[in-house]
């Protein structure tokens, strides 16, 4: 049987179990947001996201909502590439939208998301999932990552494949490999290039499921 979230709240066990979570009274009958954040530590593009996701929260309480996070997972294409964890980053794209339809669906309580996501598979995943579950939702992006520098060059991770090819071929020295290799990507965002991460935010911006700027705001942007 469908229910409304105001009537999934007013079920003894959810209210209780509500109630154990530290919602309180005075709470628990505002309008509850799912934040779904793919925040983790091994991605570069995802790992200043739990930052991002607090900036969220403190919105929502702003405006009279009740934020509840959960996490979803995040495969980085570029750590996975040339060895078997490739054969797991496009199977993670279904992953990720039936593990949020289910954990939105499943309690039921929300009236709205935000979903913070970035990466290849990962936005796309998130993008999904809105669409199945069809509550007012909106995107925030994780932006892309600054561009390296190696003397005058301006690097990014196609730096990296690019340095390989050429070490390996002798054009290079060692010393010169390892100093684009740790140079090409300096922080926190998505590879810097138009790749799927990047072209993605662009998308989801066009299609206004996300602020204005989002897509292009640097991940370390202090806006």
Known sequence: MKMKATEVKELPAARCLLYADGIDEKDIDRPFIAVVNSFNEINPGHIHLQKLGQKVKDGIRAAGGVPLEFHTIAVCDGIAMGHEGMKYSLPSRETIADSIEEMIRGHGIFEGAVYIASCD??????????????????????????????????????????????????????????????????????????????SMACVTEALGLSLKMCASTHALDPA
Do not use: D, W
Not at 154 to 176: D, N, P
């Open 121 to 198: 598979k990962n936005l796309p995943g998130h993008l999904k999932a809105s669409a199945r579950i069809n509550l007012p939702s909106i995107f925030v992006t994780g932006g892309p990552m600054m561009p390296g520098k190696y003397g005058s060059q301006r690097l990014g991770v196609k730096a990296a494949f690019e340095a390989r090819s050429q070490y390996e071929r002798g054009r290079i020295t060692k010393e010169v490999y390892e100093e684009l290799i740790s140079n090409a990507c300096p922080g926190a965002g998505s590879c810097s290039g138009l790749y799927t991460a990047n």
